[in-house]
C-alpha cells in the first residue's frame, strides 16, 4: 500500500535525521510528509537539505506555529492530492518509535485505522510521572465515556488512516488544534462505523527538544468533548457496535 508518513515539526531539529533514519530502516518503501511551521531552530531548513538527497521526503513550509491540527489538515490534504493510500500520523519527538511501523502496516491492510494504544496490554507510558499518567488516564476515559468512543486510547496521536477514511470526513470543517484534534477526528471517524484496530505502543519521553504541550491544549480537548456531548448532533458512533461498517 502507497503510505504517506506525516510529522508535524516545530524545533525538532535534533530529532529529524536519526528519526528519518529510524523511519526507513523499520519502513523503508514508505514516503514522509514533514509539515514545518518555520522552526527558529532551522528544522525545516534541514528537511529541505535531506529532501534533496532522499525521493522519499517530502517537506511542507508554513509561515509560522500554526498548531498541530492544521499541520495535519494539510498533510492530509497534500496525501489525498498524490494519491497515497494509507496515510500515518507521528511526532517527530521519537516518543513514537519508528520501531512499530510494520506493526501499522499489517494491521492496515485488515482495518480502516490502527491507533496507537497505550492503554491496553503490551501499551505504556513508562517515564511519565503519576500527576501526567493521571491527567492522560482520565482525560481519555472522560472523552470515551462522554461521547461513546470504543477506542481505549483517543488522544493517540501515532494512527493510520486509510485514504477513504480521510475522504469521508470534512477536513475543513475540523476545529481543534492540540489533543481534542485527535479526540474529534476519531469521533468523526467512529461516527460513520469505520473499523478500527488497536496495536500496542510504548511511549517513552521526547529524546531532544522541548514539549509543546499547554494547560490551553488540555482544556481545549475538555472543552471539545463537553461541547460535543452537549450538542444536539451528539450521537453514539456506530463503530460502538460490533457491526460497524467498513472500507474492506
Ligand atoms: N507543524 C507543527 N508541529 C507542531 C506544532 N506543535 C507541536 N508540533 C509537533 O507535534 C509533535 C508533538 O508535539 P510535542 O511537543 O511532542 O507534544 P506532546 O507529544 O503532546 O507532548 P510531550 O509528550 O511533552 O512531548 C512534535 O513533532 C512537535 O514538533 C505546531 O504548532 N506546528
Ligand atoms: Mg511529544
Known amino acids: 500500500m502507497k503510505t504517506l508518513i506525516i510529522i508535524p515539526t516545530y524545533n525538532e531539529s535534533e530529532n529529524l535525521c536519526p528519526l528519518l533514519g529510524e523511519i526507513f530502516s523499520f519502513a523503508p518503501e514508505t514516503h514522509v510528509l514533514i509539515v514545518d511551521?518555520?522552526?527558529?531552530?532551522?528544522t525545516?531548513?534541514?528537511?529541505?537539505?535531506?529532501?534533496?538527497?532522499?525521493?522519499?521526503?517530502?517537506?511542507m513550509h508554513r509561515a509560522g506555529k500554526l498548531g498541530l491540527g492544521t499541520a495535519y489538515i494539510a498533510g492530509f490534504k497534500y496525501a489525498l492530492e498524490h494519491d497515497y493510500e494509507a496515510v500515518l500520523e507521528m511526532d517527530a519527538d521519537f516518543s513514537h518509535d519508528p520501531c512499530y511501523l510494520p506493526d501499522f502496516l499489517r494491521a492496515i491492510e485488515d482495518a480502516d485505522i490502527v491507533v496507537g494504544s497505550r492503554y491496553i496490554p503490551g501499551g505504556d507510558t513508562p517515564d511519565w510521572p503519576?500527576?501526567?499518567?493521571?491527567i492522560s488516564g482520565s482525560g481519555n476515559l472522560f472523552a470515551r465515556f462522554m461521547l461513546g468512543i470504543p477506542v481505549r486510547d483517543c488522544t493517540s496521536g501515532f494512527r493510520c488512516y486509510r485514504r477513504g477514511v480521510?475522504?469521508?470526513?470534512?477536513?475543513?470543517?475540523?476545529q481543534s488544534h492540540g489533543y481534542a484534534f485527535q479526540v474529534e477526528l476519531i469521533y468523526?471517524?467512529?461516527?460513520?462505523?469505520?473499523?478500527?484496530?488497536e496495536v500496542p505502543i510504548v511511549f517513552p519521553?521526547?529524546?531532544?527538544?522541548?514539549s509543546k504541550m499547554s494547560h490551553k491544549i488540555i482544556?481545549?480537548?475538555?472543552?471539545?468533548?463537553?461541547?460535543?456531548?452537549?450538542?444536539?448532533?451528539w450521537r453514539v458512533p456506530v463503530s460502538a457496535t460490533p457491526q460497524g461498517a467498513s472500507l474492506l
Open 37 to 42: 511551521d518555520n522552526s527558529p531552530d532551522g
Open 44 to 59: 525545516g531548513e534541514l528537511a529541505e537539505e535531506i529532501q534533496k538527497g532522499d525521493a522519499r521526503v517530502h517537506t
Open 130 to 134: 503519576r500527576l501526567r499518567r493521571l
Open 166 to 174: 480521510l475522504q469521508s470526513i470534512d477536513l475543513d470543517a475540523v
Open 188 to 197: 468523526q471517524v467512529m461516527l460513520q462505523g469505520f473499523k478500527f484496530v
Open 205 to 210: 519521553d521526547r529524546r531532544h527538544g522541548t
Open 219 to 233: 482544556f481545549e480537548a475538555f472543552a471539545y468533548v463537553l461541547r460535543t456531548r452537549l450538542s444536539k448532533r
